[in-house]
């Protein structure tokens, strides 16, 4: 089984510098569960915050499954995610002493059918560093326009 993708948070690499990217599991309800696997789930805004010892998912939202009547819960309910105690150390540090953020750039299901989400610990980008990335980006569509249009006159 392949990894099937849910939503992605393309916003994630545009605003921020990402230092890091860690793979972690996160708590889900089975009507939850049921709603990813439609691909009813966004983690565009979402962020993650260090809470006693325990790191949460905030503003992520997984639509109500339609079938589970009574057993649906809150759909931008807060969501624990699931890393192992010196991984969360190490993010700890990087949080509290340098002001860095957790943010999700991807959920997706892996190879066994599990929930997953990718972990990024990120620097915010000033908006200098944004106009430099988009000059860039602009000038590198340029090179290789200009390239594609002398091979074709060859």
């Not at 998912?57 to 809150?74: G, H």
């Not at 991807?106 to 560093?129: H, P, Q, R, W």
């Amino acid at each position: 089984m392949a990894i099937k993708l849910i939503a992605t948070n393309k916003e994630a690499y545009r605003n921020y510098e990402i230092l890091e990217k860690l793979e972690c599991g996160i708590e889900l309800k089975g009507s939850e569960v049921k709603s990813c696997r439609s691909g009813h789930a966004h983690v565009k805004e979402s962020f993650a915050r260090l809470e006693n010892n325990e790191i949460f998912l905030y503003n992520s939202y997984i639509s109500p499954y339609q079938e589970a009547s009574y057993l649906n819960v809150e759909s931008n309910r807060v969501r624990r995610l699931l890393l192992h105690k010196s991984q969360i150390r190490k993010f700890a540090s990087h949080i509290i002493l340098r002001g860095h953020a957790l943010i999700p750039l991807s959920m997706y299901f892996n190879e066994k059918g599990t929930v997953k989400i990718e972990l990024a610990l990120c620097k915010g980008k000033k908006l200098y560093d944004r106009r430099e990335d988009i000059k860039r980006k602009e000038s590198d569509l340029h090179l290789r326009k200009t390239l594609i249009g002398r091979l074709k006159q060859k």
